[in-house]
């Protein structure tokens, strides 16, 4: 064992103390694979050798545990082809429309597959430390009954053998994507179940996101001589093989060469191949290597990914510095899939957009290793927690690196505001704690997760302060990386930082779909009459001009917040007055601001952070 990885788990183990905030009694299981797959390119097969090391720290014996096999789904008749024709607006990817765009009737693309054109993984054999096990497949899941239990406190050793085929690309993973990638190979091994205090996380694929324990990977991959991989972690030989080394001395067996990764303390391992495959490569000011590996289509499309690939070195360094320090070696951005989903130290996104597009997608994806795959995000439970923080990070770094302004705008992600208004007054808002797989419309999951979870965090700097949030973010990463914490976790932080009681807005915007809806009622030449008109109540930020032209900014509180915040440094309330008034109790409807003299024009919250509904009675001129 290298001493650089001593060191590396003896930071990782010390941050599990109580003392660096985290949950008394907390533990997280451990996995350890060691893989090798044999790909016979022309079939769409393999077959899987693993070994895998399971640590069991639950404080329990174990006498079953499970595995995920997703290629699974892609078979008629699985809960996924099933869910694709119940949906009122399934995805347009994994259907066909046989009959008009005003009169629609959806065929799941999963449905007419045949057997050679179908996903699965079939288990060979499988032992639990040399012994056979007694095991089911039911659907994408595999359940193992142990001859003996996995007891608190041991590591338990599996062996599986496999064969699976890769489906025909319909959704991440498959072969022969549009865009000509022959493999993108995503949810491609029996991967085991998640296990925490809340059970087993035991999720059929059906459409959505994942969890997984932390664990290390040594995978080997043996294909065709002229296929070029980009994959999860650090590829150890690259002079052996095709695109990366300096002066390769490739020695094919049978055709084919090994290619060998290995990736620590991460939580999905990735990868794409594709014989047409170009690499390049470049390193951030923080040292972290950013590959990308592309099909080259045409000049633009290569010139492209070069200006792509340069400011995803910059983005790294910009979220290392405001999120915290990005710890892996490496990042590599694969074209492959069918759009652009996240992986430990990886991404499949597909590659023919303009350089906006390409660039916005990059920056996405890579933030998850942020808001996904450094603190193991529940997807499936806590979709917002992990997509709508990546938003919002991905749009602060996006204005900066790649529309050069000097400062963030007071509310970066004013779009994912105006989305979450059209949601909230459409009728088909749902809790956004609402089970990922659960919502009844792809429309309400794809703005409840991206745009109100965005909007969550943006209004959460409105309520706490800009500046506390900034520290909460790099507080919440000192304490909770490489570990699996809950939205409660992150709310604690924020209490932490700020001194303010947060339970009524986590509670409110995260599992109801109350509105906030504020209005100025009346101005008189003394006074200014306040109105919450909805059910969801909020501190204020109230800026006042006087007839006099001198400037005022009233902040309100809210009782249960117990607390209030900093004055910020925001361009629009520099050198004015700050005057806190008395809370204002959610129980009473109406505020009155006593102001002494003329006003000329009234704002509530001018930095539009507040995500009000209907903001046309939120300022008064006079």
């Known amino acids: 064992m290298k001493l650089n990885y001593i060191l590396f788990l003896a930071v990782v183990v010390s941050c599990c103390n109580p ?14 694979y060691n893989m090798s797959i044999d790909v016979h390119e022309k079939t769409y097969q393999y077959d899987g050798q693993m070994t895998l090391k399971y640590t069991n720290n639950s404080g329990q014996p174990l006498s079953k545990v499970y595995f995920h096999l997703y290629f699974n789904a892609f078979q008629p008749g699985s809960m996924m082809d099933h869910r694709l024709t119940s949906i009122s607006d399934p995805d347009p990817r994994m259907t066909t429309n046989l009959g ?52 608190d406190g041991t590591t338990a050793t599996f062996q599986i053998e496999w064969n699976a085929q890769v489906p025909e690309q319909i959704r991440r993973g498959g072969r ?10 995503a949810q491609w091994y029996p991967k085991m179940a998640h296990f925490d205090e809340f059970g ?9 996101e994942f969890i997984a324990p932390f664990g290390n990977f040594d995978v080997k991959i043996n294909i065709h001589k002229d296929y070029i991989i980009g994959a999860s972690g650090v590829l150890q030989n690259p002079n052996n093989v095709k695109g990366y080394g300096q002066n390769p001395s490739i020695k094919a067996v049978n055709n084919k060469v090994e290619w060998h990764y290995k990736a620590e303390n991460i939580h999905d391992f ?4 594709d014989p047409k495959f170009v690499v390049d490569s470049a390193k951030s000011n923080g040292g972290v290597n950013v590959y990308t590996v592309y099909l080259p289509k045409d000049k633009l499309s290569t010139e492209n990914w070069k200006q792509a690939l340069g400011l995803a070195t910059e983005f790294f360094d910009f979220c290392s510095d405001k999120f915290g320090a990005y710890p892996w070696p490496s990042y590599t951005i694969i074209q492959g899939g069918d759009g652009g989903m996240e992986y430990g130290t990886a991404t499949l996104i597909t590659g023919g957009r303009n350089i906006k597009s390409l660039v ?13 795959h450094l603190f193991g995000i529940n997807e499936t439970v806590d979709e917002w927690f992990d997509e709508g923080f990546t938003s919002y990070v991905e749009e602060l770094a996006f204005q900066q690196l790649f529309e050069k302004k000097g400062a963030v705008d007071s509310n970066p992600v004013i779009a994912a505001y105006r989305a979450y208004y059209k949601l909230a007054l459409s009728g088909k808002e749902e809790p956004m704690s609402l089970l990922a797989d659960y919502y009844n419309s792809n429309y309400a999951y794809s703005n409840e997760a991206y745009n109100k979870g965005a909007v969550l965090a943006q209004q959460l700097g409105y309520i706490i302060g800009q500046e506390n949030l900034n520290k909460t973010f790099l507080t919440f990463y000192d304490h909770w990386k490489f570990k699996h914490p809950t939205p409660n976790d992150f709310k604690r932080i924020a209490e932490e930082v700020s001194g303010i009681n947060l339970k009524w807005y986590f509670n409110l915007f995260i599992n109801t779909t109350r509105k906030i809806d504020y209005a100025i009622a009346e101005v008189t030449p003394n006074s200014i009459v306040l109105k919450n008109k909805s059910d969801f109540a909020m501190p204020l930020d109230v800026l006042v001009e006087y007839e006099d032209g001198s400037n005022e900014l009233f902040y309100i509180p809210l009782r249960e917040m117990r607390g209030e915040k900093p004055a910020e440094n925001i361009d629009i309330y520099k050198g004015i007055t700050r005057t806190i008034l008395e809370d204002w109790f959610w129980t009473n409807p109406d505020y009155v601001i006593t102001t002494g003299k003329p006003a ?15 903001s046309s009675d939120n300022s008064f001129v006079r």
Do not use: C
Not at 137 to 142: F, R
Not at 200 to 208: G, I, P, T
């Open 100 to 151: 008009t765009k005003e009169k629609p009737i959806y065929r799941s693309r999963i449905a007419p597959l045949t057997p050679k054109q179908i996903g699965y993984q079939k288990i060979k054999s499988l032992t639990f430390n040399g012994v056979n096990t007694t095991y089911k497949v039911d659907g994408t899941l595999l359940e193992v009954t142990l001859p003996s239990p996995i007891v």
């Open 19 to 32: 003392l660096f905030g985290q949950r008394k009694g907390y533990w997280q299981q451990g996995v350890d």
């Open 360 to 372: 916005g997608v990059i920056f996405h994806e890579a933030a998850h290793s942020w808001y996904q």
């Open 600 to 614: 000329k024009k009234v704002w509530i919250d001018p930095s539009q952070r507040l995500a009000d509904i209907e």
């Open 200 to 208: 087993w996380h035991l999720d059929e694929y059906v459409a959505r």
């Open 176 to 185: 022969n994507s549009k865009e000509g990638v022959a493999l993108s190979m």
């Open 270 to 273: 990735a990868w794409a191949a």
